[in-house]
Nanobody
Framework: VQLQASGGGLVQAGGSLRLSCVAS????????MGWFRRVPGKEREFVST????????DYSDSVKGRVTISRDNAKNTVYLQMNSLKPEDTAVYYC????????????????????WGQGTEVTVSS
């Protein structure tokens, strides 16, 4: 599976962005899809995930209530709608694909995902 993330950009605090992750090579419908982010000098951080087996979604506490993950299997695309953006959301965002049946305790771990996109940069100005 090859993943292509897009939709990043520069936005003012309080604004919105929708990130997209398009897959090629395999259908996304059988994969759990996750979004992670990384700030230079810091560890990669879990943002959100959607499990294919049951549609279960999960969000980090830092984005819960502001971010929505969704998938369009017909378009082989996963989205991350981000609202009320804050300067601390500034990071490079990566989409990733993993087993469709990742257990709940593993959903937030980057090691559970084995395909990764190249990242899209989000900058939120104050």
């Amino acid at each position: 599976v090859q993943l292509q993330a897009s939709g990043g950009g520069l936005v003012q605090a309080g604004g919105s962005l929708r990130l997209s992750c398009v897959a090629s090579g395999r259908t996304l419908s059988t994969y759990t899809m996750g979004w992670f982010r990384r700030v230079p000098g810091k560890e990669r951080e879990f943002v959100s995930t959607i499990r294919s087996s049951d549609g279960r979604t999960d969000y980090s506490d830092s984005v819960k209530g502001r971010v929505t993950i969704s998938r369009d299997n017909a378009k082989n695309t996963v989205y991350l709608q981000m609202n009320s953006l804050k300067p601390e959301d500034t990071a490079v965002y990566y989409c990733a694909a993993g087993n469709g049946h990742i257990i709940i305790s593993e959903l937030r771990r980057a090691e559970a995902y084995y395909y990764w996109g190249q990242g899209t940069e989000v900058t939120v100005s104050s």
